[in-house]
């Protein structure tokens, strides 16, 4: 796997499942989308819920745990294509584009009508049962087998918390986001901020949102964010 991974801790065991967000509800359809069959479908949850899939390494264009199932361990790598350097522009551009969104983003939400930007621009964000692909160590023939549909829906769990955890999937981190939104955002040097002060009122914006994500992530850190699965 490429370089600029980021390592999401093992998730504890938990009961049932709740509503979600709807961002994490598409990504949930599309589990299901990929599965073969509804038992299969059921034993991925099981084993999500349970507590077998430890930590989630995720970086652009898949990630990968380990499952332990029974007495056995096995290695899961999934995959979901990247945006091509064209479309990832574009839902940068788009972030940019209307105040509130990199603060939404930074804390935890994803506004739908970005979404629906990013799909009117031509560009596909939340994933489709057929793009999402599987590699296990197992002896199952299935291509998702459980384990693969267990990692896939503890990854619905972490974008539902944290959607940037999808774009890092698609290939823009959240490091690369801020970083080409500072790139889009900045003046250039031979120019004068327009009148309005549009352009350091933006950059505010980005430092005050990224100031909201660092103390919204220190109340997930003392809560427990998945508790309404």
């Not at 990929?34 to 970086?59: C, H, N, P, Q, Y």
């Not at 350097?85 to 509130?100: F, I, K, P, R, Y």
């Not at 505010?204 to 103390?215: K, Q």
């Amino acid at each position: 796997m490429s370089t600029g991974s980021v390592t999401h801790p093992r998730l504890p065991p938990r009961r049932g499942g709740g509503a979600g967000t709807w961002w994490s509800k598409a990504v949930v359809r599309a589990v299901e989308e990929a599965a073969f069959g509804e038992k299969d479908l059921r034993a991925g949850r099981t084993l999500a819920r349970s507590g077998a899939v430890g930590s989630i390494t995720v970086t652009a264009g898949g990630a990968v745990a380990a499952v332990t199932d029974g007495q056995d361990a096995y290695t899961v790598e999934v995959s979901v294509p990247v945006l091509d350097d064209g479309d990832a522009a574009a839902v940068t551009e788009l972030v940019a584009a209307e105040s509130g969104r990199i603060g939404a983003l930074l804390a935890g939400q994803l506004p739908h009508s970005f979404v629906e930007a990013v799909e009117e621009a031509g560009v596909e964000l939340l994933p489709y049962g057929g793009e999402l692909g599987s590699a296990c160590t197992c002896e199952a023939w299935l291509d998702p087998c459980p384990h693969a549909l267990a990692v896939l829906t503890q990854l619905a769990w972490l974008i539902q918390v944290d959607p940037f955890v999808l774009t890092h999937l698609r290939g823009l981190s959240r490091d690369r986001v801020l970083r080409d939104l500072h790139a889009l955002t900045r003046p250039a040097p031979d120019l004068r901020p327009d009148d309005d002060g549009q352009d350091e009122e933006t950059l505010d914006d980005l430092a005050v949102a990224e100031d909201a994500a660092v103390r919204a992530a220190r109340l997930l850190g003392r809560e427990d964010p998945f508790s309404d699965w």
